[in-house]
């Protein structure tokens, strides 16, 4: 769908109807969690936020914004302001992704709503992107941001609804769809990848399985977070020999970065078994103070990604 803002600023009350329709209709779609929704803004969508930020429906699992327009220029209609509503409520999640090298029309209102908002709003900061950044900047550092920012996403449409803004610990075992109002249309699926170094193939890689884990196992060696994070779907299952689990790319993310920044991470696989989707490993890591330790690893991999590791001790 193309909402009318892309026709211009006079279109913004005729492109909110449009969104709110697109909505309705992604929600009836029976293929589709109608209580499990995410909001996506990008430039100058950024306007239609603050309908959605003041209104927050039980449905509304969060909203997320991207270098956004929040102030409409002189002489356009402004709907609803963004700054005026975020800090009245703290129940729904909010996410803003802000480039360092942002326009001066948009970088004043985006100072102004993060003042407003205080605790009400997680920020992505990419000091050297500039507007258009995940399109335009080929770097790690626009990798980076685009991947915490889908992480972040998908967390919060798999998490229950709480009370605050952090997203409980039981993503569903697949990301719903998520609602992108720009001028391009509504996506209801995203998904991004981020180079990872050639497996050193201790043990032949036979399959498409095999071959994605051993890049798992060469970024974890590397100590290289996001592209060890890159090989996993962003709604993976971790489950770890005493029983603890950890779901989604966020999680994992903040399990193993200090592991990552210590230096821990060193395994070799010993042995391996293959059968379609699923890839056993039997392992021996270097990473503790008790010296070796074997250990053997389940890995389920669908559709390009790692969705499912179980640790047997």
């Not at 927050?56 to 956004?68: E, F, G, K």
């Not at 990301?175 to 193939?201: K, N």
């Not at 056993?280 to 074997?294: A, I, L, M, R």
Request: glycine fraction near 6%.
């Amino acid at each position: 769908m193309d909402h009318r803002l892309s026709r211009g600023l006079d279109q913004l009350a005729a492109a909110a109807d449009d969104v709110e329709a697109a909505v309705s209709v992604l929600r009836a779609d029976p293929q589709v969690d109608p209580d499990r929704v995410a909001l996506w803004f990008f430039s100058g969508a950024g306007l239609l936020a603050g309908e959605w930020l003041d209104s927050r429906p039980d449905w509304l699992r969060c909203v997320a914004l991207t270098y956004p327009l929040l102030s409409a220029p002189p002489g356009v209609d402004e709907l609803v302001s963004a700054a005026e509503v975020i800090g009245k409520h703290h129940d729904l999640p909010v996410l803003l992704t802000k480039v360092g090298l942002e326009r001066e029309e948009l970088a004043g209102p985006v100072a102004e709503f993060i003042a407003a908002a205080g605790a009400a709003v997680e920020i992505i900061d990419v000091p050297s992107g500039q507007y258009g950044f995940d399109m335009l900047d080929h770097t790690a550092e626009a990798r980076a941001a685009v991947t915490r920012a889908l992480d972040w996403v998908a967390a919060h449409l798999g998490a229950e609804p709480a009370d605050g803004p952090a997203p409980a610990s039981s993503p569903q075992p697949f990301a719903q769809p998520s609602v992108r109002p720009e001028s391009s249309g509504l996506e209801a699926t995203v998904t991004v990848t981020a180079p990872v170094p050639p497996p050193p193939a201790p043990v032949p890689a036979d399959t498409p399985a095999a071959r994605l884990v051993a890049q798992e196992h060469t970024a974890y060696n590397a100590h290289d977070l996001e592209s060890f994070l890159a090989t996993y779907s962003p709604t993976a299952k971790l489950e770890l020999a005493d029983g603890t689990v950890k779901t989604g790319r966020r999680e994992l993310r903040e399990y193993y970065r200090p592991l990552f920044e210590a230096g821990r991470c060193k395994a070799e696989v010993t042995s391996r078994m293959t059968q379609d989707e699923w890839v056993v490993d039997q392992t021996t890591s270097y990473g503790s103070d008790h010296g070796p330790e074997s250990a053997i690893a389940l890995y389920r991999v669908q559709d390009g990604s790692i969705v499912e590791v179980r640790f047997l001790a």
